[in-house]
């Protein structure tokens, strides 16, 4: 007899068995290229030769599938980066946190794939776009429930024998805070200046994450509308705050401005209106929209109303010029739209709707589960400020950069994490006065692994997936490809790597690496993935 729960996991035996045997040759690469660093350290330390059964057993217990996902021909993960195999094992159980990327339709939630390819028709993201699904709630229940077939906890000092020489690396620079969490336990297992504060760069958005899901939830959706000044023909495009928002032809499961256009132009005619004078609203942020680094190919002006984050390009994702004023731009091109539906307007220019407008139309971003996932699989730092402004929002603080930097470590602070020396400049880490602990970060990834805060799921099932996903997509060629998960964070001398990796004994180890002074991007890099892929290939109990 199968258990019904169990279906998904054993359907995908014969993918996990080709997945390990892929992996298997990379990982021995990494243990043999680490090996001669480690000599010391050789007695203390096992380092074995990766077997398809370790990491099947070993994914299975600690409940992430890094190694044992489904894999098709094109790939374990679905167009945006979320795990099919996790979302199917999920789903499989109790429905909470975390994001399904596809488009929920019935084929998709039982045959483990999604199609990802949308459709501009209704933005109703309720009905037909991505909707809250769980990624790991009960599978990392089972961290904490002592199975037999996860041995004893990592030995800290056998760790610190293994990692100390890859982090005393040159290639990470002067400054280096680190450590690794057993998160089963939440025991620090190894730590070297996890209290010193320095520049996390893009691990920023791990924090940024747990705040705005703490304060707001993984369910909550952001809101673009149009509403109908009273006695006057005055149509107000009232920004919510949602950067994901779209005027693409096909908007695959995010807000449409194309839908607000046919439904705002479909209650006009219904009034008997063909002609109105249109604003837009902006105010539900406040402050500069211009970040401290100033006009940069890396984040459009944060603006409470935009299009495709204000790129100028087709790119959904990655550096791109940007419009100077995003709320114009976004207002222009609906103006546009109404103009296709037999609706003219005057020239857009900036308003604020009254307490009177009557709303005519509206569209909704998918849950906050699905932005935060993009936000740290992609790095995106437009929906990282988007997201720091709504926490402030939420907060009831001032919607500018300071606000939202405060809201967001009261918001830390409140969760129980160590916030001592943080400092919160922005929400994405470009700006250099961002200060976090390695203790933080960690502290961060554990407890979003609690099953007490499943709200916080999200942010481990968006991390890149080493060889797979996002910013980690070219990198782990040659080390642990599906078994790291991380989020990265590179400026100019600083280099930081923040995330999750499953050791040869079963157990989840959350760790955070950050390093300052260091003078080459890709060497710093590389001894960064180095000590990742070391903590996989181990076995240090």
């Not at 929920?104 to 037909?128: H, I, Q």
Request: include cysteine; glycine fraction near 10%.
């Amino acid at each position: 007899m199968v258990v019904p729960e169990l279906r998904p996991w054993r359907a995908a035996r014969p993918h996990v068995t080709r997945l390990a045997g892929a992996v298997r040759p990379r990982l021995a690469r990494a243990a043999q290229a680490v090996r001669p660093r480690l000599a010391r350290a050789a007695t203390a330390v096992r380092i074995t030769r990766p077997k398809t059964w370790q990491y099947t057993a070993g994914a299975a217990t600690a409940g992430l599938a890094l190694a044992a996902g489904v894999v098709t021909a094109a790939g374990p993960w679905d167009s945006t980066g979320q795990r099919t195999a996790e979302r199917d094992r999920a789903v499989a159980q109790e429905r909470t946190g975390g994001a399904d990327h596809g488009r929920n339709t019935d084929a998709a939630d039982s045959s483990g794939s999604s199609d990802s390819s949308g459709s501009s028709g209704s933005s109703d993201t309720t009905a037909d776009g991505p909707r809250p699904a769980p990624s790991a709630a009960s599978v990392l229940t089972g961290l904490g429930g002592g199975t037999s077939a996860v041995k004893s906890a990592p030995n800290g000092k056998a760790l610190a024998e293994l990692v100390g020489p890859l982090l005393d690396a040159p290639e990470l620079g002067s400054h280096m805070s680190a450590a690794i969490v057993d998160v089963t336990s939440g025991e620090r297992l190894y730590g070297e200046g996890v209290a010193e504060a320095l520049v996390p760069a893009s691990t920023t958005k791990i924090a940024t994450a747990a705040a705005a899901l703490a304060a707001l939830g993984p369910d909550h959706r952001l809101t673009t509308r149009t509403a109908m000044e009273p006695d006057t023909k005055e149509l107000v495009l009232v920004g919510g705050g949602d950067p994901t928002l779209t005027a693409r032809e096909e908007a695959d499961g995010w807000a449409s401005l194309r839908d607000l256009a046919d439904r705002t132009a479909a209650a006009l005619k219904k009034r008997d209106v063909r002609q109105v004078t249109l604003s837009y609203d902006k105010t539900l942020y406040a402050g500069p929209e211009r970040h401290p680094i100033g006009k940069n190919v890396n984040l459009a002006p944060v603006s409470a109303l935009m299009v495709d984050q204000g790129r100028t390009n087709d790119s959904t994702s990655g550096t791109a010029d940007r419009v100077p004023d995003p709320a114009k731009d976004a207002a222009a091109k609906f103006a546009d739209l109404l103009a296709d539906r037999g609706v003219k307007t005057t020239a857009p220019g900036p308003s604020k709707a009254t307490n009177r407008a009557q709303p005519l139309a509206e569209v909704s971003s998918p849950p906050l589960s699905a932005l935060v996932e993009r936000m740290l699989t992609n790095s995106d730092n437009d929906i990282a400020e988007a997201l720091a402004r709504h926490t402030a929002v939420a907060s009831g603080a001032r919607a500018d950069f300071d606000g939202a930097g405060k809201a967001i470590g009261a918001r830390l602070k409140r969760l129980g994490l160590p916030v001592a020396g943080a400092e919160f400049k922005d929400g994405s880490g470009l700006n250099r006065a961002d200060r976090l602990t390695a203790d933080l970060l960690t502290a961060l990834l554990a407890k979003a692994a609690d099953p007490a805060h499943p709200q916080l799921r999200p942010i481990l099932t968006g991390l890149p997936v080493a060889g797979f996903t996002g910013t980690l997509t070219s990198r782990y060629t040659d080390g642990a490809a599906g078994v790291v998960r991380a989020k990265t964070g590179t400026l100019t001398g600083v280099n930081a790597l923040a995330g999750t990796a499953v050791d040869q004994d079963g157990h989840l180890l959350a760790f955070a690496f950050l390093a300052t002074g260091t003078t080459s991007r890709d060497a710093a890099q590389s001894a960064l993935d180095r000590t990742a892929t070391a903590l996989a290939s181990c076995g240090c109990g």
